[in-house]
C-alpha cells in the first residue's frame, strides 16, 4: 500500500503561516482635533436650602420640634409659591443620638431642612426673611434647563465650525485636498450650581421682609466641546 503525499498540507501551512504573520497597515493621514466655544449668561436659578437643629434628652421630643419648626416653614412657602417661579420641597431629616464621654447615650440631636428653588429671585430673598424657624444653610446660584437650551444651539454651532475650519485648514497644510470626518463627540460642561454658605442668622418668629436674603446671580460660562478625528483626503 502506497502513502499518501505531505506536500498539499506543507503548503497550506505555509500560507496559513504568512497570512498569519501579516501586519495591518498602519492609518495614514488621520488627524485628531479638538474645539470649543463658550458663552457668557446671566444666571437664572436660585436654590437656597434652610435649615434648622434641635436636641433633647427624648428622641420624640427632638422629632417633634424639628417636624414644628418644618411644617410652619412649609406654611410660610406656600403661601408664594408657583411652579418655575418659586417651588419649595423639604430635604433631609435625620436624628441620630448623643454620646457621653464615658459611653452611653445621653441625648439625641437631630436636623431638618427645606429646599426652596426658582427664577423669582427677589421673591426667594424675601420668603427666608420671612422664614423665622430656619436658618439659611446653602446659597446657589445656576442656570436654568430652558435657558442652556436656548444658548447651547448657538454654541454647539460655532463649536463645529471651529472644528470643519481647522480639519479642512490641517488638510490644507498636509498637502491634501479635503478631509472626510472619521468619528466626533459633542459634548458640554455645565456651572456649579452651588456657592459658599452665608453666614447663618437667628431669626425669631417675627421676622421681617427687611431680614431678605441679598441675590447678586453673578455670570456663568456654557462651553461646547467638539473631539474626534478626521481622514485627510487627496
Known amino acids: 500500500m502506497r502513502s499518501r503525499p ?7 501551512a505555509a500560507a496559513l503561516s504568512g497570512t498569519a504573520g501579516a501586519e495591518t497597515p498602519a492609518l495614514q493621514g488621520v488627524v485628531s482635533l479638538s474645539s470649543s466655544a463658550s458663552v457668557e449668561v446671566t444666571k437664572d436659578l436660585l436654590n437656597v436650602v434652610m435649615t434648622t437643629t434641635r436636641a433633647r434628652a427624648d428622641a420624640a421630643a427632638v422629632q417633634s ?12 412657602a406656600r403661601k408664594v409659591a408657583k411652579p418655575g417661579q418659586l417651588e419649595v420641597q423639604t430635604g ?11 459611653g452611653g447615650i445621653n441625648g439625641w440631636q437631630g436636623s431638618a431642612e427645606l429646599v426652596i428653588e426658582g427664577k423669582d429671585m427677589p421673591a426667594i430673598g424675601q420668603l427666608t426673611g420671612r422664614i423665622g424657624t430656619m436658618t439659611i444653610g ?18 454647539t ?12 485648514d490641517y488638510a490644507k497644510q498636509f498637502g491634501y485636498a479635503g478631509y472626510a470626518i472619521r468619528e466626533v463627540s459633542v459634548g458640554g460642561s455645565e ?3 452651588y456657592s459658599p454658605a452665608p453666614m447663618l442668622r437667628a431669626k425669631t418668629m417675627s421676622a421681617s421682609a427687611d431680614e431678605a436674603l441679598p441675590v447678586e ?3 456663568a460660562t456654557i462651553v461646547v466641546n467638539v ?8
Open 6 to 12: 505531505f506536500v498539499p498540507f506543507l503548503v497550506a
Open 65 to 76: 420640634q424639628l417636624k414644628q419648626a418644618l411644617d410652619a416653614a412649609l406654611a410660610e
Open 92 to 102: 433631609n431629616f435625620s436624628l441620630y443620638p448623643r454620646y457621653a464621654a464615658k
Open 138 to 155: 446653602r446659597v446657589g446660584y445656576g442656570v436654568s434647563r430652558e435657558l442652556r437650551e436656548k444658548v447651547e444651539g448657538e454654541v
Open 157 to 168: 454651532a460655532q463649536a463645529i465650525a471651529r472644528y470643519r475650519a481647522k480639519a479642512a
Open 191 to 193: 456651572p456649579q450650581m
Open 217 to 219: 446671580a453673578g455670570k
Open 227 to 234: 473631539n474626534g478625528s478626521v481622514q485627510l483626503t487627496r
